[in-house]
């Protein structure tokens, strides 16, 4: 009789062994087929970060953005437009033009490569020391104003004030450049010069 129950006792410790390391196995199994999934999957996970410099919050409607967002739009803008080195003269054109209307485009295109043309000849380079900037919010446009430099070497040739208009438009979505001029008037920068 104790034979019987120690023989049942081996019995239940040699199904209860082999029921742990079957599952042991399939433990393993589960774990390598997850680490090739995770190896040889295709897509990862995507974050969207919102840019260092946006200091306030923003109101888009239908047509029209906030006189916030027109400024640190006018003011990126113009830092890409006029902070050039022959060396990273055409990289920042290039990425203006993606924020350019297509009716703007090749006014731009044109003023924007005689500038660069300028650049590289003279191996100058040029920042704008930005001093103000006014929103206009109801016409969707913003006044830059500023010191524009001009260096040769490591020279300054020229130190002019300067006001730029930029003119916006929002669409498909986006908010687009559609006009850009230098403003003649500093007080008054919005106001459209007229030939007598």
Same mark, same amino acid.
């Given at each position: 009789?104790?034979?019987?129950?120690?023989?049942?006792?081996?019995?239940?410790?040699?199904?209860?062994?082999?029921?742990?390391?079957?599952?042991?196995?399939?433990?393993?199994?589960?774990?390598?087929?997850?680490?090739?999934?995770?190896?040889?999957?295709?897509?990862?996970?995507?974050?969207?970060?919102?840019?260092?410099?946006?200091?306030?919050?923003?109101?888009?409607?239908?047509?029209?953005?906030? %006189?916030?967002?027109?400024?640190?739009? #006018? $003011?990126?803008?113009?830092? *890409?437009?006029?902070?050039? &080195?022959? @060396?990273?003269?055409?990289?920042?054109?290039?990425?203006?033009?993606?924020?350019?209307?297509?009716?703007?485009?090749?006014?731009?295109?044109?003023?924007?490569?005689?500038?660069?043309?300028?650049?590289?000849?003279?191996?100058?380079?040029?920042?704008?020391?930005?001093?103000?900037?006014?929103?206009?919010?109801? %016409?969707?446009?913003?006044?830059?104003? #500023? $010191?524009?430099?001009?260096? *040769?070497?490591?020279?300054? &040739?020229? @130190?002019?004030?300067?006001?730029?208009?930029?003119?916006?438009?929002?669409?498909?979505?986006?908010?687009?450049?559609?006009?850009?001029?230098?403003?003649?008037?500093?007080?008054?920068?919005?106001?459209?010069?007229?030939?007598?």
């Amino acid at each position: 009789m104790r034979i019987d129950k120690l023989s049942g006792q081996v019995a239940v410790t040699l199904g209860v062994r082999r029921w742990a390391v079957m599952m042991f196995a399939l433990s393993q199994i589960a774990l390598l087929l997850m680490l090739i999934a995770f190896l040889t999957r295709g897509d990862t996970h995507r974050e969207t970060l919102v840019p260092p410099t946006i200091h306030t919050t923003f109101w888009v409607d239908d047509d029209k953005v906030s %006189k916030e967002y027109l400024i640190e739009m #006018g $003011v990126f803008l113009a830092q *890409l437009y006029f902070d050039v &080195t022959p @060396q990273n003269v055409d990289f920042n054109h290039r990425t203006l033009k993606s924020y350019i209307d297509p009716r703007f485009y090749g006014k731009l295109e044109i003023e924007a490569g005689a500038y660069a043309q300028k650049i590289k000849a003279d191996n100058a380079s040029t920042f704008m020391a930005i001093a103000m900037v006014m929103p206009d919010e109801a %016409k969707q446009r913003i006044a830059v104003q #500023g $010191v524009l430099n001009t260096y *040769l070497g490591d020279s300054r &040739t020229s @130190q002019v004030n300067k006001t730029y208009v930029f003119q916006f438009a929002q669409r498909g979505g986006r908010v687009l450049l559609t006009g850009m001029r230098e403003g003649k008037n500093a007080a008054r920068p919005f106001e459209e010069i007229t030939a007598p």
